[in-house]
């Protein structure tokens, strides 16, 4: 088991928000008198630990948590996959994970981006989730565009007029059609180059993780009055928050941090 200790958490904040934003269930919350709580947050994996140390000065409830720990837990080190799933949570990108929290509607400072940005550039990306991308890359731009085809080939139009071209460009194409979960809509779209390139590419800026947050966010509008307020991005999902989450490819919007 690997633990994190969290400080500094609101006097508001339940056990079940903590489960949420961590996505574990083993959490020994402590309360610090009357004007903040603690929390010994463990993990199954080194991951997990890892990411939950890159959220260090994230929001909740108000209050920037303190995550540290006494030792060094690896942000990733793939292993043998013995899921059904085509990737582990630990195999996503850091920059990806927290455009996710972002899309979620908890607040990141543009540093935690950063941090997730250098581990990144430092560590790669996993062989396993490229391979997943670049399938999709394929398969979908076949289906939608025909024989031979890629979306990365095909689909040059840029975020700022994306939104406006959608519908008509899917009408035209049936995108939607050829779409099961959040990735694979992603790059159906308009904007389809872009996403590849913020998934594939560990060279990337904090806007561009703002860019995909908005992204997230516009396949899941908020619902959820406990959303943080986060440089005008806003979504919920149904999916599970933290490092400890499993993958759900049915709401790959929602904070799947590992």
């Known amino acids: 088991m690997f633990s994190v200790t969290v400080s500094n958490i609101s006097p508001s904040t339940t056990r079940e928000k903590l489960h949420e934003f961590f996505s574990i269930k083993s959490i020994d919350l402590k309360s610090e008198g009357e004007t903040t709580q603690s929390a010994v947050v463990t993990f199954e994996k080194p991951s997990s630990a890892g990411t939950a140390l890159m959220l260090n000065g994230g929001t909740l409830d108000g209050e920037q948590l303190n995550i540290t720990s006494d030792v060094e ?15 582990e949570q630990s195999d996503k990108p850091r920059a990806g994970i927290a455009a996710e929290y972002l899309a979620k509607g908890y607040s990141l400072s543009d540093h935690i981006l950063q941090r997730a940005i250098e581990i990144d550039n430092k560590q790669g990306i996993s062989k396993r989730f490229l391979d997943y991308m670049r399938g999709l890359d394929t398969t979908v731009g076949q289906k939608a565009l025909g024989s031979d085809q890629t979306v990365s080939g095909r689909v040059q139009s840029t975020l700022q007029n994306a939104r406006t071209r959608a519908k008509t460009i899917d009408e035209q194409k049936g995108y939607s059609k050829v779409a099961h979960e959040y990735y694979s809509k992603a790059i159906s779209s308009p904007f389809g180059k872009s996403v590849l390139e913020f998934y594939t590419n560990t060279s990337k800026q904090v806007r561009d993780i703002h860019e995909e947050a908005r992204r997230m966010a516009d396949q899941h509008p908020v619902t959820s009055s406990s ?11 149904t999916g599970t928050a933290g490092p400890g989450a499993e993958p759900d490819l049915a709401t790959q919007a929602s904070p799947t941090v590992v």
């Open 227 to 237: 959303a943080a307020n986060t440089s005008g991005t806003h979504a919920t999902s």
């Open 73 to 87: 837990h690896h942000n990733h080190q793939e292993q043998p996959h013995h899921s059904s799933s085509p990737f």
